[in-house]
């Protein structure tokens, strides 16, 4: 039977995996509402809404592979709606075509924690969003338990690099500072916190894709570069791009103030954990079932600041 790699969702992880399977020389199936604008020569599109059950029916026939990449706006009534709805979709999906089906998930349903994260780490009682991405968590893992799906998820932290315009690490940190000015930090600048790379994330999605179906049924984390401070990371990025690394933070105690005026901000209040202590994400699993190495901060966050192409790296032509 001929491979048919559908791919929900044409954001940071959609686009870095079809990216990393082209360049391997397949070709997925990208789906989402509207067509993106900067599909690869020769990668198929057909349009769907992962809310419409005969749409998702419709675009998996066939499917060898799901990839589920897709998101929703940032707001928990909004995930409360539209999450269930959408996994129950997928998982009719996966089930009826017995596709090998991989999530790109995050680690919201751990809750706050005070040590390292581990796909063994008990979920922490949290209301909000992380309450919706549990309830999404027991229903593809109960069917996948069950026997009735074929399916892993990838659990990524914050990500970084080109293209990733919506990161902590992104338009408001590299983009600005490319402009000379201070970066924007919605985040402690001294707490340490994990990145991922996100050509690394691809680089795993399309490895874990590729599992024979014995191995699926599983929760793996991905592995960042050794933990560092925002403050740290943005030195290195300033430095790529011959500016002076100045930093404009919102204090942490403003969050809630703030969200009484600016509804994004009511919805960081309630993700506060992520960043109001040392964030570690445990990637031992993945890093010794297939030997992987990932990309140093000295190298990821210079590709990623001078990505902008606002300024030419220091000494360039």
């Known amino acids: ?45 057909m349009a769907s809404d992962v809310l419409d059950a005969a749409a998702v029916q419709a675009v998996t026939r066939g499917a060898t592979h799901i990839v589920i990449t897709i998101g929703f706006e940032y707001s928990t009534a909004v ?7 959408a996994m129950t979709n997928l998982l009719k999906a996966a089930r009826e075509t017995g596709a090998k089906t991989l999530f790109f998930d995050n680690l919201y349903m751990y809750g706050p ?37 074929v399916m892993s998820a990838l659990r990524v932290p914050d990500f970084y690099g080109p293209g990733v315009s919506n990161s902590h690490l ?24 994990d990145f991922a790379y ?37 030195a290195l990025g300033a430095e790529a791009l011959g500016k002076p690394a100045r930093i404009q933070a919102i204090p942490q105690s403003l969050l809630p103030v703030l969200g009484l005026v600016t509804p994004f901000m009511r919805e960081l209040h309630d993700m506060r954990f992520l960043f109001d202590r040392p964030y570690h994400i445990d990637g031992y699993k993945l890093t010794q079932r297939f030997g992987f190495e990932v990309t140093p901060f000295e190298v990821g966050i210079p ?3 001078l990505s902008y192409g606002r300024v030419a790296a220091p000494g360039a032509a």
């Open 170 to 193: 992104g338009d408001l940190v590299f983009g600005r500072l490319a402009q000379g000015k201070p970066a924007q930090l919605i985040a402690p600048p001294d707490t340490p916190h």
């Open 303 to 305: 590709q990623t600041a």
């Open 1 to 45: 039977m001929s491979e048919k790699i559908v791919i929900f969702g044409y954001g940071p992880g959609g686009r870095s995996l079809t990216e990393r399977l082209v360049a391997e020389g397949r070709r997925p199936l990208i789906t989402q509402r509207k067509r993106p604008k900067d599909l690869p020569p020769g990668v198929n599109f």
């Open 198 to 234: 996100i050509p690394d994330v691809a680089r795993a999605m399309a490895l874990l894709l590729d599992l024979p179906a014995a191995e699926y049924g599983q929760v793996w984390h991905m592995p960042s570069a050794p933990t560092r401070t925002p403050r740290q990371l943005i």
């Open 113 to 149: 924690q005070n040590g390292p994260i581990s796909e063994t780490t008990s979920y922490a009682r949290w209301g909000g969003k992380p309450a919706v991405r549990r309830a999404i968590s027991d229903q593809w893992q109960t069917a996948a338990a069950k026997g009735e799906v």
């Open 79 to 85: 995930w409360r709606q539209s999450w269930p709805v």
